[in-house]
């Protein structure tokens, strides 16, 4: 087993230095992978919550308490997506004669909405991304500079042998192995969360439907 501390207290400034910037690497893609698994579970949860209140208060027309349980639903982009929906039903609604129909107007309102939840949903996987694929190719710049510092290290002793540069090398692959602990979990949790993430805009997608299906309806027997 190599002796870990001992390469460590070895390392020059430019080895600590990238390990130190693999470490935040890594420290960076974890904190973004905890918030993002703690917000897409609370959304879920106070989603299906307000789905159940939300859709006898729309049968019922119930139209003042339901804005109110959209916007007292914090964490919710269900909530979010629907409650500006709704909010831009009842304006035109109540607005009378308009270039758009209520439904037109609900449903562009609604396209804006889910860009916008796209953009959250997603938000800080760019970083996972860049982690997954930038790390190995740091912790190589590490390994590269340690084997260079070391050969350098032989020319100014005038010896070859192994053990003249086994310790610089084992520094320079300590890197690289470091590099490649950082960016693996990152590219599993950047895969992970992407499904994550294309399952809840999914289900975005169908909660958007349903309720243009249920405007065009209502507006069909108000005519």
């Known amino acids: 087993m190599f002796d870990l501390e001992k390469i460590i207290g070895h390392m020059g400034p430019f080895a600590l230095g990238v390990a130190v910037a693999l470490l935040v690497m890594g420290v960076a893609a974890l904190a973004v992978f905890l918030e993002r698994m703690a917000m897409y579970a609370r959304s879920r949860g106070r989603s299906r ?10 049968e019922r027309d119930e139209r003042e308490p339901l804005l109110k349980e959209a916007e007292a639903t914090r964490g919710s982009w269900l ?10 039903w009842f304006r035109a609604v109540q607005a009378g004669s308009s270039a758009l ?9 609604l396209e804006r909405q889910s ?3 796209d ?3 997603r938000r800080g996987h760019s970083v996972l991304a860049s982690v997954g694929s930038v790390a190995p190719f740091v912790g190589l710049l590490g ?3 340690g084997i260079i510092d070391a050969f350098q290290g032989i020319a100014r002793e005038g010896s070859g042998g ?4 086994s310790l610089g090398i084992s520094e320079a692959l300590v890197v690289t192995a470091l590099g490649l602990v950082v960016a693996i979990p990152a590219v599993l949790a950047h895969n992970l969360l992407t499904a994550q ?7 975005l997608e169908q909660a958007r439907g349903e309720l243009l299906d249920f405007l065009e309806a209502k507006s069909g027997k108000a005519a």
Do not use: D, Q, W
């Open 119 to 121: 953009a959250e949903v």
């Open 115 to 117: 860009e916008t939840l």
């Open 162 to 165: 192994l053990g003249a540069v």
């Open 143 to 145: 390994t590269v500079v």
């Open 79 to 88: 909530a979010a997506l629907l409650g500006a929906g709704l909010k831009t």
């Open 197 to 203: 993430a294309e399952g809840i805009n999914r289900a």
């Open 101 to 109: 129909s209520p439904v037109e107007a609900t449903r562009r309102e």
């Open 49 to 58: 919550r307000f789905a159940a209140r939300a859709r006898a208060l729309l």
